[in-house]
């Protein structure tokens, strides 16, 4: 029977620390939380890593979270040879901050890409220092310069990130808010999270279950790194921190 994770992380991105009371440990010692702030990987975010804190004060090392038997499972993977908490026990909870704030800042500039290239997305991947964004997209007619010098503005002009929540009829009715060509979001619980940059959404809205900085200029200095041609009709845009390399 697959368990439910109250995710957080979906209101409150910036909670680093929180507690919470082990629901079950799974065949593979898998830890399954009644709330969480760790992330599962989803949506070419990978998730978080952390520790979990017992009564007596000693730790248990997350390696990874991940999806259960619905996205709504969350576990929580140890490393290697890490004791495990009985159900029921509460423990104090902890995620690597700095890697999850990069991560952060990361996925809303993929966002800011979808934006200044707004085709069918086929591919995405978040990480800390280097991720891509992959459109249905026959001839760029991009530089990475002329990319860069978009993305910049969009970071400067400092919008405000919010997410709001939309019903399944909604999404249907405005097709264009899903940018992914092969993705559809997850429907049939009533409610869509969506992802809105900008004043009520004005430079972009799209579905997505990510975490994400507050605003765009929190993103700090970014620049494509590399614009590849992956088949016949398939861009890969890189994105890099700092600035373009001379």
């Known amino acids: 029977?697959?368990?439910?994770?109250?995710?957080?992380f979906r209101d409150d991105a910036y909670l680093a620390e929180a507690e919470a009371a082990v629901v079950a440990v799974n065949e593979r010692g898998g830890i399954i939380l009644d709330r969480t702030i760790f992330y599962a990987t989803s949506g070419g975010q990978p998730g978080d890593t952390g520790f979990l804190t017992r009564a007596d004060g000693s730790r248990i090392a997350i390696a990874a979270?991940?999806?259960?038997?619905?996205?709504?499972?969350?576990?929580?993977?140890?490393?290697?040879?890490?004791p495990l908490p009985g159900p029921g026990e509460?423990?104090?909870l902890a995620i690597d901050w700095p890697r999850r704030h990069l991560l952060m800042r990361m996925h809303t500039a993929c966002h800011l890409l979808t934006v200044i290239c707004p085709f069918p997305i086929t591919g995405a991947s978040v990480a800390e220092d280097d991720s891509r964004v992959d459109f249905d997209l026959p001839d760029t007619g991009f530089t990475k310069e002329e990319v860069t010098a978009r993305l910049m503005e969009l970071v400067a002009a400092?919008?405000?990130?919010?997410?709001q929540l939309i019903s399944d009829d909604e999404l249907a009715a405005n097709p264009g808010l899903v940018k992914s060509k092969n993705v559809r979001p997850p429907t049939g619980n009533g409610q869509i999270r969506l992802v809105c940059i900008g004043d009520k959404g004005s430079v972009d809205s799209q579905p997505c279950g990510g975490t994400h900085v507050r605003s765009t200029g929190e993103v700090g200095e970014i620049h494509i790194g590399k614009i590849e041609k992956k088949g016949r009709e398939n861009r890969r845009f890189r994105i890099r921190f700092g600035p373009s390399p001379a």
């Open 65 to 82: 979270t991940i999806t259960g038997e619905t996205k709504n499972e969350i576990i929580h993977v140890p490393a290697a040879g890490q």
């Open 158 to 163: 400092d919008h405000p990130v919010f997410t």
């Open 90 to 92: 509460r423990l104090a």
């Open 1 to 8: 029977m697959a368990h439910t994770t109250h995710a957080i």
